[in-house]
């Protein structure tokens, strides 16, 4: 029953903001600025059936995820950098800082001027999920990973990916269970 409620206030929100868009795109009067949810539905349902759209879809999906990808690696090694050596902890927390207290929106009309329109993508997404190098220093020290990297890799992974502020992949190490160590 209470599953049954939520899922009728989640489409009684839905169907709100809905209502505000097609309002503000009806008081604004032209698609130019602010398309209506009608016509935004009615140009997704013609764009489905054409294989160009779904080429650019997985072209862009593609460059997010590698942008994920790169940033996620390099946050990790640089985690590790800064949990081994003192100097790489001091030299990384002023860019770890700036990095985190810049909006994204900032990130982008920068990126806009330092790179290609094609590569925006990948550098965004490199940049943001980058911010996460910090949840992984705080997870290395609250694992205690002393012993050893293969060893800890497990517990460092499933307290990483339940406790960081994204919350990147809850589902799959949920914060309830503990993985067995070696």
Known sequence: MKRHKQFF???GAAAFWLAVWQCAAMAVGQEVFLVSPVQAVR??????PQAEFWQRVGFSSGRILLGFGLGVAVSIVLAVAAQAWH???VLL???LQLVKATPVASFIILALVWVRGASLSVLISFLMSGK?????RRTWERT?????????LPR????????TGSGVFPRVFP??????LP
């Open 9 to 11: 206030q989640r489409l």
């Open 43 to 48: 140009t997704l349902l013609q764009l489905l």
């Open 87 to 89: 100097t790489a902890d």
């Open 93 to 95: 927390a002023p860019v």
């Open 132 to 136: 996460e190098e910090a949840g992984f």
């Open 144 to 152: 205690g990973m002393e012993g050893g990297l293969s060893r800890y």
């Open 156 to 163: 460092f992974c499933h307290s990483f990916f339940s406790t």
């Open 175 to 180: 914060a309830k269970k503990k993985p067995r």
